[in-house]
C-alpha cells in the first residue's frame, strides 16, 4: 500500500510538472508573436550582410530564436540557413573560379604574344644571317672571277697574293 502511494504520488507530480512546462511554452510562444519580430529571411539577409564582429551577435540572436522556435519551424529556419549559406558558398566559389580562368587566360595570351615574339625575332635574325651569306659568297665569286681575268696565268701557275676575304 506505501509503495502504491508513493507510485501515484510521482506521477501525479510528474503529469503536474508537464503541465506546467506546457503552459511556460504556450506563455513564451505568445510573448514573441506578440513582439514584433523579424522574418527568417530578413535575419539571415541581415547575417550574410553583416560584418564579422556584428554577424556573430546576429548568429547568437538567431540561434536563441531557434530555441524558442517549434521543431518543425526550427528544422525549416536551419534548413533555409543553409541552403542560404551553401548558395552565398557556391556563389563565392564561382567567382573565384571564373577570376582564376580569367587570369589564366590573360596569362596564356601574354605567353602566346612573347612566343610570337621570339618566332619573329629569330626569323628576322636568320633572314639577316642569310643576307649576309649571299653577300659574302658575292663577293668572294666577284674576286675569284675578277683574279681569274685579270690574270689567269697566275691563278694556274701558283698565285703570288692570297685572297682577302673581310672578316665578321
Known amino acids: 500500500m506505501k509503495l502504491s502511494n508513493i507510485a501515484l504520488s510521482l506521477a501525479l507530480i510528474g503529469t503536474m510538472s508537464l503541465g506546467?512546462?506546457?503552459?511556460?511554452?504556450?506563455?513564451?510562444?505568445?510573448t514573441t508573436t506578440t513582439e514584433p519580430?523579424?522574418?527568417?529571411?530578413?535575419?539571415?539577409?541581415?547575417?550574410?550582410?553583416?560584418?564579422?564582429?556584428?554577424?556573430?551577435?546576429?548568429?547568437?540572436?538567431?540561434?536563441?530564436?531557434?530555441?524558442?522556435?517549434?521543431?518543425?519551424?526550427?528544422?525549416?529556419?536551419?534548413?533555409?540557413?543553409?541552403?542560404r549559406m551553401q548558395t552565398r558558398t557556391q556563389t563565392r566559389a564561382q567567382d573565384a573560379t571564373a577570376q582564376s580562368e580569367e587570369a589564366t587566360q590573360a596569362m596564356?595570351?601574354?605567353?602566346?604574344?612573347?612566343?610570337?615574339?621570339?618566332?619573329?625575332?629569330?626569323?628576322?635574325?636568320?633572314?639577316?644571317?642569310?643576307?649576309?651569306?649571299?653577300?659574302?659568297?658575292?663577293?668572294?665569286?666577284?674576286r675569284a672571277g675578277n683574279q681569274f681575268m685579270n690574270g689567269g696565268a697566275a691563278v694556274s701557275g701558283g698565285a703570288t697574293s692570297p685572297m682577302n676575304f673581310p672578316n665578321r
Open 20 to 30: 506546467m512546462a506546457e503552459d511556460t511554452t504556450a506563455s513564451v510562444e505568445t
Open 108 to 142: 596564356t595570351q601574354t605567353r602566346t604574344r612573347m612566343q610570337t615574339r621570339t618566332q619573329e625575332h629569330v626569323q628576322e635574325m636568320q633572314m639577316q644571317t642569310n643576307e649576309q651569306m649571299m653577300q659574302m659568297q658575292n663577293m668572294n665569286q666577284n
Open 37 to 83: 519580430t523579424v522574418s527568417v529571411d530578413t535575419q539571415i539577409a541581415e547575417i550574410q550582410a553583416a560584418p564579422a564582429q556584428e554577424r556573430v551577435r546576429l548568429m547568437n540572436q538567431f540561434k536563441q530564436r531557434l530555441a524558442t522556435m517549434n521543431e518543425a519551424d526550427r528544422a525549416a529556419a536551419i534548413e533555409q540557413l543553409q541552403t
